[in-house]
T-cell receptor, first 114, second 113 residues
Framework: DAGVIQSPRHEVTEMGQEVTLRCKPISGHNSLFWYRQTMMRGLELLIYFNNNVPIDDSGMPEDRFSAKMPNASFSTLKIQPSEPRDSAVYFC????????????FGQGTRLTVV | AQSVAQPEDQVNVAEGNPLTVKCTYSVSGNPYLFWYVQYPNRGLQFLLKYITGDNLVKGSYGFEAEFNKSQTSFHLKKPSALVSDSALYFCAVRDQAGTALIFGKGTTLSVSS
């Protein structure tokens, strides 16, 4: 298996533009997590899906952020409009549905909003 | 809600010496506990986990961790550190209800030769 695949690896965009980050989880995994990593705040959970259904989105910063999981093999995280403070590394992770199973992380998308 | 604390931002140790990276947690009920490592410009890699049973858990690259329920701790240990162990280490917790995996802020381990 190729692991969790995220695209793009790097994204530079201007303030106010829409940004879409993509994630393909490991085949057979039915839990998916989106995290944001910054120096100041560490690794923050944004949203958690189980069986394609959002279970916990309390970490989504504000209405500018939205996430979807239309099927078991694809998820998107959208920011519109983007702001410089959104600059961070965004990680997607997936796991089997049992809570005692470890999550596997993608390589991350480094987002820079100028 | 569950939470994780890693009280040290950085741990420095000489190569060959034992290392400990500390983690304490808060969760309702029994926890599932995890350690991950992150190398520069990479995603997180799973090291080991505690589910139940033996309090001493062994994982990848010679790492082990000790679960202590009374102290709500899950410290990461290695008997002899390598320079290549230098990285950012994260502790994480999940409760048995299957809520999301929550991470601590991370501890930078620096091993000097």
């Amino acid at each position: 298996d190729a692991g969790v695949i995220q695209s793009p690896r790097h994204e530079v965009t201007e303030m106010g533009q829409e940004v879409t980050l993509r994630c393909k989880p490991i085949s057979g995994h039915n839990s998916l997590f989106w995290y944001r990593q910054t120096m100041m705040r560490g690794l923050e959970l944004l949203i958690y899906f189980n069986n394609n259904v959002p279970i916990d989105d309390s970490g989504m910063p504000e209405d500018r952020f939205s996430a979807k999981m239309p099927n078991a093999s694809f998820s998107t995280l959208k920011i519109q409009p983007s702001e410089p403070r959104d600059s961070a590394v965004y990680f997607c992770a997936s796991s089997l549905g049992m809570p005692n199973t470890e999550a596997f992380f993608g390589q991350g998308t480094r987002l820079t909003v100028v | 809600a569950q939470s994780v604390a890693q009280p040290e931002d950085q741990v420095n140790v000489a190569e060959g010496n034992p290392l400990t990276v500390k983690c304490t947690y808060s969760v309702s009920g029994n926890p599932y506990l995890f350690w991950y490592v992150q190398y520069p410009n990479r995603g997180l890699q799973f090291l080991l986990k505690y589910i139940t049973g033996d309090n001493l858990v062994k994982g990848s690259y010679g790492f082990e961790a000790e679960f202590n329920k009374s102290q709500t701790s899950f410290h990461l240990k290695k008997p002899s550190a390598l320079v290549s162990d230098s990285a950012l280490y994260f502790c994480a917790v999940r409760d048995q209800a299957g809520t999301a995996l929550i991470f601590g802020k991370g501890t930078t381990l620096s091993v000097s030769s």
